[in-house]
């Protein structure tokens, strides 16, 4: 992808909407802040909302796509789903249906790779956790790390459910974003 003007349309959940803050403090500001630097026409449009989940998004997601000209949809979501313990073929159908939306109009698309808490059995985890790069390699889309990675397992970067990232924790998020962004406009 060549590295000029990039508009990215980010469809997530409370991890990327800067649950329990304002906006302005965010990874999603901070990286817009920090690219501009580097990439001056790189514009990350934040359509994440708090308890998405892979179904909600496809549903929204034809209004977003007619609404929005961009060069690629970063998808972060199943999050929510594999919390409420929602079947992995639902998933997995709604992630490659919005695959599917978007590469109808020549969009490229990342697609996020999603932890969850073991708490539903290791079948489950197991199942839930390959999902997502076994729909990369099948519908060949970019699949970024788990992005919160570095904080996750630190409470001390952890709002108190431990669920969400704190204020602390979002320019270390930041810093991934923007190495993986380097890297994929090259």
């Known amino acids: ?3 000029q003007a990039t508009t990215v349309l980010l469809l997530g959940d ?12 965010g990874w ?28 909600g998004g496809k549903a929204r997601l ?8 961009i060069d690629v949809l970063w998808i972060e979501l199943g999050g929510n789903d594999g919390l ?3 079947p992995t073929n639902t998933i997995s159908n709604n992630l490659s249906a919005m695959i599917s939306m978007a590469k109808q109009r020549n969009i490229k ?35 970024m790390p788990f992005f919160i990675e570095q904080v996750a ?8 459910d431990q669920v969400h990232p704190n204020e602390k924790a979002q320019p ?6 923007v190495e993986f962004f380097t890297e994929y406009l090259k």
Do not use: C, H, W
Not at 14 to 25: D, E, R, V, W
Not at 41 to 54: I, R
């Open 84 to 86: 409420r313990g929602y």
């Open 28 to 55: 999603v500001s901070i990286v817009q802040a920090q690219m501009a630097d580097t990439n001056p026409d790189f514009k990350l449009l934040n359509f994440s909302a708090s308890g998405e989940t892979t179904g």
């Open 1 to 3: 992808m060549p590295a």
């Open 14 to 25: 409370s991890l990327s909407a800067s649950y329990g803050m304002q906006a302005s403090k």
């Open 172 to 177: 270390i998020i930041a810093n991934v974003v």
């Open 109 to 143: 698309v990342i697609l996020t790779q999603i932890q969850i808490p073991p708490n539903l059995g290791k079948r489950y985890t197991s199942l839930f956790v390959n999902l997502f790069p076994n729909i990369a390699t099948k519908e060949v889309v970019t699949l």
């Open 62 to 69: 034809p209004r977003l796509l007619d609404k929005n000209n």
């Open 153 to 160: 397992l630190k409470p001390e970067l952890m709002q108190n």
